[in-house]
Nanobody, 117 residues
Framework: VQLVESGGGLVQPGGSLRLSCAGSGFTFSNYHMSWYRQAPGKEREWVATMLRGGGTTNYADSVKGRFTASRDNTKNTVYLQMNSLEAQDTAVYLC???????????WGQGTQVTVSS
């Protein structure tokens, strides 16, 4: 099983970035896919979850209205479109795949997002 995030970088406040996470080695459509983030010295924070059935995406209040998560099961990929970025969005963003069993819980290595002028 592999999850590979990409798309991170340095962006100015108010800017946008689009993250991607490509999955392999598992039946992608059967998994809930989530984005998390972890800032230096802070605990990992949930950002958004796209349910495996499609059609339902939930967001943390801190990103609601600014971030949009989506999934493309034909490409085994999920995305996170981040708009109106703020300094407090600076973190490593991680992709998570969670299946029915507690053992089916996979993480990517993360991609760094830095919001700074």
């Amino acid at each position: 099983v592999q999850l590979v995030e990409s798309g991170g970088g340095l962006v100015q406040p108010g800017g946008s970035l689009r993250l991607s996470c490509a999955g392999s080695g598992f039946t992608f459509s059967n998994y809930h896919m989530s984005w998390y983030r972890q800032a230096p010295g802070k605990e990992r924070e949930w950002v958004a979850t796209m349910l495996r059935g499609g059609g339902t995406t939930n967001y943390a209040d801190s990103v609601k209205g600014r971030f949009t998560a989506s999934r493309d099961n034909t490409k085994n990929t999920v995305y996170l479109q981040m708009n109106s970025l703020e300094a407090q969005d600076t973190a490593v963003y991680l992709c998570n795949a969670r299946g029915i069993s507690v053992r089916d819980d996979y993480w990517g290595q993360g991609t760094q997002v830095t919001v700074s002028s």
